[in-house]
């Protein structure tokens, strides 16, 4: 189940940003520790002290629903299937990004956007670029 | 956090389809399929009780052992909508398109990114059952 949490350092970043979700578990001294009572954590005095593990999904669904940023990872086919892999893009529900309202991450060659070759490469990816994004707002 | 997980009859037909991963919660129909927090074996092995996952470790389930990708997305239909799409990560081929037509008429969206996911869910259950 670790795969699904947020690592510490952007655990810890989302804090500041004011993410402030019930969570499954939290990071005490960089070392992720469950809750034992996750539906109450809300009331729990831990909660406050240490920077709560979202999963990724929560993370997104955050940037989606407070920040209005949707971010979607998608499969790209290339013609050589080494070059086939994740691709990642966001787009603001409520003020576009830019003038297609598409945003990828993009890569350094002539074909554009990055290609990831593992999902949670991607995820990471895709959660560092959210935090970017509203950091700059 | 109840967005998170995938509702009560999703999960019963995950069970179904040998779905045994770790997770963080059950459902328990002698409460009314109430979300149990935790992990409690001797209910598990009682018809209707099953594991709650997330519908991320429902995806990556469906991603891991059938090869199947799940992607929600976003199309810019003057307002943004939510979609979905399944590829086959073997052929890199899409198996399933939510979204449906071109221009002005055009179906096979939600308005919230949660409604998508469940519907993709659903619609991956189908294509392992129909297998």
Known sequence: M???FVPYEPALELKELGFDEPCFGYYKNDHFTFFVDMLNCNSNSVFRLYPTAPTFSQAFRWFDEVHGLTS???WMTRTQPSHSGYIVYFRGKNNPLNDENFLPIYGDTLHGMYVFKTRPEAEL?????LIEIVKNK | MD???VPYEEAL???HLLFNEPCFGWYSNMEGNVF???YCETYLGIENCAKAPTFSQAFRWFREKYNLHAEPYTANMGAIEYCFQIRDLYSEKYVYDNFVGAGASYSGTFNTPEEAELACLRKLIEIVKNK
């Open chain 2, 3 to 5: 967005k998170e997980f």
């Open chain 1, 125 to 129: 990816a895709c959660l560092k670029k």
């Open chain 2, 36 to 38: 149990r927090q935790g």
């Open chain 1, 2 to 4: 670790d795969k699904e």
């Open chain 2, 13 to 15: 037909e995950l069970k």
């Open chain 1, 72 to 74: 979607t990872i998608d």
